[in-house]
T-cell receptor, first 117, second 114 residues
């Protein structure tokens, strides 16, 4: 079974500054995806960024980038130029893509990010 | 196009009652997932449908929970003899196929059992 750990229940950042959210995971699989999802108060889970485990290059999406350390099983999210609209819960998630399972997502407990004007 | 929709948005019921929660996935998506998100937690997997069949129901907590997807589109999550511990947000997600990495989530149904 896979586990995902987010050790920062809450974080805050000044508008326009940079913040990094931490995530570690545990798995015995070699083929998997990692994701960061954003959940604003509306409850809608929104995909922020994904990383395929076989890719060494870190994924980037505009102001969002990840630091993927496969050997350390670490997957942190960096948000640059933070905006007020980034205020939300952020969830790290794991998906086994080995083909044996149902491709369900395993989530961490989340980090509540507040962007301060 | 339309995203995943869930009804009702909020449901309050008394302990012991039966409830049904509905999910309308994105048209053409064959894979459908239900997750449960308790207060202060991340979503937890309940059940996965590929087409009409429940391919993986390993996350259902007990036999009071059941889900169907009779025509391979709309899905209904059914909870019998509700308990206060069932209070949570129930999220539905769909994807184009099982191995499509991106799951699209609905806004969830907040269930409160009094």
């Amino acid at each position: 079974a896979q586990t995902v750990t987010q050790s920062q229940p809450e974080m805050s950042v000044q508008e326009a500054e940079t913040v990094t959210l931490s995530c570690t995971y545990d798995t015995s699989e070699n083929n998997y995806y990692l994701f960061w999802y954003k959940q604003p108060p509306s409850r809608q889970m929104i995909l922020v960024i994904r990383q395929e485990a076989y890719k060494q290059q870190n994924a980037t999406e505009n102001r969002f980038s990840v630091n993927f350390q496969k050997a350390a099983k670490s997957f942190s999210l960096k948000i640059s130029d933070s905006q007020l609209g980034d205020t939300a819960m952020y969830f790290c998630a794991f998906m086994d893509s080995s083909g044996a399972g149902s491709y369900q997502l395993t989530f961490g407990k989340g980090t509540k990010l507040s962007v301060i004007p | 196009g339309a995203g995943v929709s869930q009804t009702p948005s909020n449901k309050v019921t008394e302990k012991g009652k039966y409830v049904e929660l509905r999910c309308d996935p994105i048209s053409g998506h064959t894979a459908l997932y239900w997750y449960r998100q308790s207060l202060g937690q991340g979503p937890e997997f309940l059940i996965y449908f590929q087409g009409t069949g429940a391919a993986d129901d390993s996350g259902l907590p007990n036999d009071r929970f059941f889900a169907v997807r009779p025509e391979g589109s709309v899905s209904t999550l059914k909870i019998q003899r509700t308990e206060r511990g069932d209070s949570a947000v129930y999220l539905c997600a769909s994807s184009l196929s099982r191995d499509s990495y991106e799951q699209y989530f609905g806004p969830g149904t907040r269930l409160t059992v009094t």
